[in-house]
């Protein structure tokens, strides 16, 4: 995925790239809002991460003259938590737009969602190592084993699934399995998760749903046994 | 320029004299008025009755000559009262002027206004019509008095009034200005005490037994509202205290950590494991922040955008599905009861999060296995979501204080192992109601804790 992050404060927009980097990405940033404008008119970006504060020419001005030209998903970074500048960066054409301070995954999650965006229609049958995933009949095995889930259990397990490798916070996945949109300041994730793994993972090899300490849950199949995987809390 | 409430109260003083003098005035000239006229028509009535009764009698010349002698003795010699008598027959006529007379006076009988053309004099006038009697044709006979004296004495006492009443008028004026001065003296007082206050002296109140009764009103309501001042500003000393508490734990934790990391060398494993620590640490700093940020928006009045309206039962359906894992995991019930109809208009995420956290609440506070109460109730204009918990009773100081922020009925509580909350969960409670323009309530009896939140209406 290629990238341009528009934005003027230092560290963000360092350890943006480096992360975004890190991921497969290539970042190309822009440290004011003249560049980023440059930028983001001459190369054709999959998405621009664009700061709405900016010297020289401000987010959403870039944003209005980038629209006159071309339709590259924008996802806005503003500062000020007020319903006006999102009202006013969506009605300017932004795809999507985060608050800062933001977290790295939220962003990240946000990123793949537009790229998921434009893609074709999701699959209907999900495989990670041994574990099958038939998303129409909502059903679930471990190598030839039925598990038995609950509905919710079910869908926390396919928002893991389906988003296989991709690191999700806790307010993610409450977000995706319960639509609680908001932190929640609770232990129930932690719970879900640790009741799914003892269905999912516990009796079966490998390993495929992650405790990333500090961040949030991850399914995957790992080359190796995790070593410092964390028992279930 | 600034009203002064002296030269507002002297003004009013002098419009009040001034429109209370001036209705006597005009009532006393009045009366002089009708007074006075009516002696003249008296005098006009007893000078024509009696010379009527002369003239009556008698038709011949010689009596004639008599009546003009009496009517010469009878008029002043300043004209005062003057005597006419018209009459076809020129030798029964009399008094001065009679050519401009015949001219001017043509009217009736009874009263009227006569101005002398050449003298200028105006005279009250009363005539009377006298049959013929043998050789004296039918006459006019005609009383008239000047009334020069009559206008005289009304001029002189208006003139008097109108300086009496200026003068009383400047009088009230000045006595005015003093008795405001005085009476604005507690005004002036309470001004200085109120100058004295400083932060510093919150606790200060105005003196009120000292004040009139009208100005007890406002310094009570002053005092109320210094009072209050003094609550928020002690609760914002203690906010400020409270989060700095809050956010120095983690940062202390993140500081210490992170030292100790680089005091030796260390194996990546060991760094990322500081670095997840510190993470953990700066996840709990960042909700802390957005907790805050979302009630100081609500404190700044912001109402609750996004509002829908919604089925509450089924809201609460879906919240308490989301607790579902940590409800089995502790075995802990939760029943919905009330008005599983009702409906109402709201940002069902601020729902679902204030809800939420009552039934976290509920959950931290009551043992496993306990079974709690989700109540929905209607009342006139407001919609009330209550969690009954079982467990300790929280005692009756404390209830209103537990949507403080960072308010806990027990301090050792916190550190007892609570890892999910920092003492804001209540105080969003308060901040989506009151975004919802409700409010709140907590009761605790006999072992059940009840605490709810409303949300007006549709």
Known sequence: MKLLIVEDEPKTAEYLQKGLTEQGCAVDVAHNGVDGQHLALVHDYDVIVLDAMLPGIDGFTLLRALRQVKQTPVIMLTARDSIEDRVRGLHDGADDYLVKPFSFLELLARLQALQRRGRAQEPTQLKIANL????????????????????KEFALLAVLARRQGEILSKTAIAELVW?????SNTNVVEVAIKRLRAKVDNAFSPKLLHTIRGMGYVMEAREQADVDEEPAT | MKRSITTRLVAMFALGALITLSLIGAALYGVLERELTRDQDDDLNTNL???????????????WARMQTKMDTLSPADGSVRFWVLSDDPRFLYGKGLDEMERVNQGEAGHGMLTMPISGHTYRTLSMRIAAFADRPPVRLIVGVDTAPFEHTLRAFLIALTLLTLGAVAL???????????????????????RALRPKTLSQRLQEDRLPVELEDLTVAFNGALGRLEEAYQQLEGFNADVAHELRTPLANMIGGTQVALSRPR???????????NLEELERLRSIVNDMLFLARADQGEAATGLTAADVAHEVEMTIE???????????TVAIEGELRAKATMNVAL???ALSNLLQNAIEHSAPGASLVVTITQRTGALWIAVTNPGATVAPTHLPRLFDRFYRVDSSRHDAG???????????????????????????????????FSVAAA
């Open chain 1, 132 to 151: 099958q995933i038939d998303l129409i009949a909502r059903k679930a095995w471990r190598g030839s084993e039925r598990i038995d889930l609950s509905a």
């Open chain 2, 351 to 353: 729902f679902r999060r």
């Open chain 2, 49 to 63: 009755q009696n010379m009527r009764y002369s003239i009556e009698r008698f038709g011949d010349l010689e009596h």
């Open chain 1, 179 to 183: 639509d609680m949109n908001f932190d």
């Open chain 2, 322 to 332: 989301f607790f579902e894992p940590l409800l089995d995991e502790t075995g802990t």
């Open chain 2, 267 to 277: 194996s990546a494993a060991e760094f990322e494991d500081t670095l997840q620590s």
């Open chain 2, 172 to 194: 009230v004026m000045a006595l005015g200005w003093w008795i405001a001065r005085i009476g604005l003296r507690p005004l002036q007082r309470l001004s200085l005490e109120a």
């Open chain 2, 418 to 452: 609570d890892v999910h909350g920092h003492g804001l969960g209540l105080a969003i409670v308060k901040a989506v109601a009151s975004m919802h323009g409700g409010a709140t309530l907590a009761t605790s009896d006999a072992g059940l804790t009840t605490i709810g």
